[in-house]
């Protein structure tokens, strides 16, 4: 069974920069639909970036322009590349693999990691 565990996760001031990545062990996503959330306790899970399986992308409006989500297929590694981070983007950051598709529409993951926090501080 797939894994995926992320890393890059901490603390920065705002005006900053992250990577974050995630790392899959036991499948190969190389073509699979992976994407990044975010969640703050107390609201709900946030989309954030979208990587289709043929590389094509979606972003949030929050993070576009900001945010950039790619991947290295031969290590099998997803990742975030966050700039110009504000006290808005803190929250614990999580990436799934292999969409769940229903009616044209992406309705849910088959796999998901554990998270990295990522804090911005003003």
């Known amino acids: 069974q797939g894994r995926l565990r992320e890393s890059g996760g901490g603390s920065v001031q705002a005006g900053g920069s992250l990577t974050l990545s995630c790392a899959a062990s036991?499948?190969?996503?190389?073509?699979?639909?992976m994407s990044w959330f975010r969640q703050v306790p107390g609201k709900e899970r946030e989309g954030v970036a979208r990587m289709h399986s043929r590389g094509a992308t979606r972003y949030a409006d929050s993070v576009r322009g900001r945010f950039s989500i790619s991947r290295d297929s031969a290590k099998n590694i997803l990742y975030l590349q966050m700039n110009n981070l504000k006290p808005e983007d803190s929250a614990m950051y999580y990436c799934?693999?292999?969409?769940?598709?229903?009616?044209?529409?992406?309705?849910?993951?088959?796999?998901w990691g554990q998270g990295t926090q990522v804090t911005v501080s003003s």
């Open positions: 036991g499948n190969s996503y190389s073509t699979y639909c």
């Open positions: 799934a693999a292999d969409c769940v598709h229903s009616g044209g529409d992406v309705v849910g993951y088959n796999y």
